[in-house]
């Protein structure tokens, strides 16, 4: 299953490829299926593709210089032609939940500014609702126990990640809390609430940022349009 899963997050990112057009600034989301995406648009760069990419985290910026795709910032670039990027969770309207890599911010930040977003995937992140996959939130280090408390009066369980024995910290050197909300009736009522939280920098709740999902599973990469 995990190879086969691996197979279609290719698939996608090669289908998203195509809405690339020459002398586009891209938004490099982060994630493993966006790994495909940065290798096959450094193979594209190798034949003559003239793009441009600001990269939502350090490990794509660091797969991006090894592909050979330039890369650029906030400083020169005020608006992305398109940005590609994955999700944890894909739900109705194109709802999603986001950060299972831990680069929320920056990835939000890079698709808030992008004229269009295509989120790429397997089949299995698409789903009826929202909350099956644990709610990534991004806190300030300082008093995080006292925001995970805050959290837990919402309803989730808030976990404070860890990666390899040791807390994980963003590139924005904050925490992540994974925050259990069980299903989430109303992802945009939840994301409002969390935002008013003392200490709770964003959440992994992309609302209203999609403008097509490219799913991939034995049957190909299928593209679908926001309604
Ligand atoms: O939000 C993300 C990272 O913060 C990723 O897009 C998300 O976790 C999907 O990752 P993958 O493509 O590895 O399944």
Redesign the pocket.
Known sequence: MAENQDLY?KAAAEKAVEYVEDGMVLGL??????YWLLKRLGELVDQGLNIKGIPS?LRTAGWAKEFGITLTDFSEVETLDLAI????EIGPDFQLT???????VR?KLVNAHAKQVIII??QS?MVDRLGNFPL?VEVLQFAWQRTADKIATLGAKPVLRERDGEVFVSNNGNYILDCAFGSIENPHALHNELKLLLGVVET?LFIDMTDKVILAGPDGAQVINKN
């Open positions: 997050k989301g982060s994630g493993t299926t966006v985290s990027d994955g999700a944890d986001k950060g299972g890599g831990g680069s929320l990835e995937a397997d992140k990534p992994g």
